[in-house]
C-alpha cells in the first residue's frame, strides 16, 4: 500500500527558513512524481510543484516559481518543501501527494503557522 | 495556464438526491485529462475520478465523471450522508502545470 506521511506541525516567526518532510513507503520511490498542494485556512487548493525522486527534476506552479524550493532524498523516500524567509502569508495546510497528473493517495498534511 | 471554474459554489441538497456538479476550462483540457476530488473538513483531499470518467480504487458507482474538451460534470446519482463534503475539480492535460477548481461545497439541505 502506498503511504506517505509527512512531518508534525510548525510553528515560526516571519523571516525563519524551515523544511517540511514527506515520506514515501509502500512503493519504489523513485518510479513516481511527488507533487506539493497548499490549503490556506478556509480556502481550496493549489498546486505548486511536483519532483521526479529518481533525478530531482522538478517544475514548480508560476505562482510559487521562486517563493519555495522541492527536492528530494531518494536515499531515505523523503521529499521535501523549504522555504528561505516565512512570511505571515505562508500560514497554510500544506499535502504531498502521490503522482503528476491525477494525484492519490496524499499525505496526511503539515500545518505551518507563521506568527510574530 | 488553464483555469477551472467550478459551479455552483455550494449545492444544498437532501440525502438521496441527485447532484450535479459543474467544471468548466479555460481551454481545452488534452486527453481529457480531468480529475475530481472529495474533501471533508479535518481531512485531506481523496481522488474520486481521473481521465474524466474512471473512477478511482474503491470509489462507489454512484459517482460518476463525463465530458471532454472544456466542460467536466461530477454525478452523484444518490447522495448518501458520508457525502457532503467540498468537490475540486483538477486538470492534469498541461505538461508543466497542474491547476485546480476553487471547489463546490455539497452542503445538507
Known amino acids: 500500500e502506498v503511504q506517505l506521511v509527512q512531518s508534525g506541525a510548525e510553528v515560526k516567526k516571519p523571516g525563519e527558513s524551515l523544511r517540511i518532510s514527506c515520506k514515501g513507503s509502500g512503493y519504489s520511490f523513485t518510479s513516481y512524481w511527488i507533487s506539493w498542494v497548499r490549503q490556506m485556512p478556509g480556502k481550496g487548493l493549489e498546486w505548486m510543484g511536483r519532483?521526479?525522486?529518481?533525478?530531482?527534476?522538478?517544475n514548480y506552479s508560476p505562482s510559487f516559481q521562486g517563493h519555495v524550493t522541492i527536492s528530494a532524498d531518494k536515499s531515505i523516500s523523503t521529499a521535501y518543501l523549504q522555504w528561505s524567509s516565512l512570511k505571515a502569508s505562508d500560514t497554510a495546510m500544506y499535502y504531498c501527494?502521490?503522482?503528476?497528473?491525477?494525484?492519490?493517495?496524499w499525505g496526511q498534511g503539515t500545518l505551518v503557522t507563521v506568527s510574530s | 495556464e488553464i483555469v477551472l471554474t467550478q459551479s455552483p459554489g455550494t449545492l444544498s441538497l437532501s440525502p438521496g438526491e441527485r447532484a450535479t456538479l459543474s467544471c468548466r476550462a479555460s481551454?481545452?483540457?488534452?486527453?481529457?485529462?480531468l480529475a475530481w476530488y472529495q474533501q471533508k473538513p479535518g481531512q485531506a483531499p481523496r481522488l474520486l475520478i481521473y481521465g474524466a470518467s474512471s473512477r478511482a480504487t474503491g470509489i462507489p458507482d454512484r459517482f460518476s465523471g463525463s465530458g471532454s474538451g472544456t466542460d467536466f460534470t461530477l454525478t452523484i446519482s444518490r447522495l448518501e450522508p458520508e457525502d457532503f463534503a467540498v468537490y475540486y475539480c483538477q486538470q492534469y492535460g498541461s505538461s508543466f502545470s497542474l491547476t485546480f477548481g476553487g471547489g463546490t461545497k455539497v452542503e445538507i439541505k
Open positions: 501527494a502521490y503522482g503528476s497528473g491525477s494525484i492519490d493517495p
Open positions: 481551454q481545452s483540457v488534452s486527453s481529457s485529462y
Open positions: 519532483i521526479d525522486p529518481s533525478d530531482s527534476y522538478t
